[in-house]
């Protein structure tokens, strides 16, 4: 097995972006010199969402194939509770720029309950590899503020190399500057000496949740942050 599928394997316990502005909640468009919202942005006022919502939020199998581009893509871990990697890597500042649903990111937050899945092609040495974290807040407020933590953490570890071992496998990951546009921070980060293999992270927030995905294969776009937007568009359906 190579290390581009060791890595993958360790992580399963973790198109432009949809409709333009979907998820920026703030975009606006002018007509006849009048600023109005943009009709494809996620509604400014989303009722809370509740535990039993939260699966629905989450993109198909369907959907994660047809934003990565592939056919074989299966859902191969389902999780209803965080995880802890902070041994595993050299840097635990950088957890939750590394990995999604980790305990020790979220202590504190208040959050209530999470869903995370992971889906893949079902050969080893699989072309795409995606994750998707729902993550619930008693509030609106503290959902929010966890999203700015998780953008100040994330740009503290931007263009700094974190490296993995988890006892079968050891590899570095190479972490590029933060993005923040709006309601959305994306990060890319590329595995040293594993032939390409690169992931795109994406976080935004709605209502009481925060939305989080990350999108991995040989050369990334905007995969993770076109998943987001589509959960934010799923969240904001919710009745």
Same mark, same amino acid.
Request: proline share 3%; aromatic share 6%; net charge negative.
């Given at each position: ?42 509604? &400014?006022?989303?009722? %809370?969402?509740? /535990?039993? $919502? ?6 198909? +199998?369907?959907?994660? !194939? *047809? ?50 899945? &992971?889906?893949?092609? %079902?050969?080893? /040495?699989? $072309? ?6 729902? +993550?619930?807040?008693? !509030? *609106? ?67 009481? +949740? ?30």
């Amino acid at each position: 097995m190579n290390s581009a599928a060791n890595a993958r394997r360790s992580l399963l316990t973790l198109a432009s972006v949809v409709a333009g502005c979907m998820v920026m909640t703030g975009c606006v468009s002018t007509v006849s010199g009048v600023a109005v919202r943009d009709r494809s942005a996620a509604p &400014v006022d989303v009722p %809370p969402l509740k /535990d039993a $919502q939260l699966a629905k939020v989450l993109l198909t +199998v369907r959907d994660i !194939n *047809a934003v990565m581009g592939s056919t074989d893509m299966e859902i191969t871990s389902e999780l209803d509770q965080m995880t802890d990697h902070s041994r595993t890597i050299s840097d635990p500042d950088c957890l939750g720029a590394i990995y999604g649903a980790e305990q020790p990111v979220y202590d504190g937050s208040g959050w209530t309950s999470v869903r995370d899945q &992971v889906a893949r092609e %079902p050969e080893e /040495d699989n $072309q795409h590899w995606v994750e998707q974290t729902v +993550v619930l807040y008693p !509030n *609106a407020d503290k959902a929010q503020r966890f999203w700015e933590k998780s953008k100040s953490t994330w740009k503290k570890c931007g263009g700094s190399a974190v490296s993995v071992d988890d006892g079968q496998s050891s590899y570095t990951w190479q972490l590029e500057d933060l993005d923040a546009k709006d309601q959305v921070i994306t990060q890319r980060t590329t595995q040293e000496d594993a032939g390409g293999w690169e992931c795109e992270h994406a976080m935004s927030y709605v209502s009481n +949740v925060t939305l989080e995905a990350w999108a991995c294969s040989y050369g990334i776009n905007d995969e993770a942050a076109t998943i987001v937007a589509k959960m934010v568009y799923n969240a904001s359906k919710k009745k």
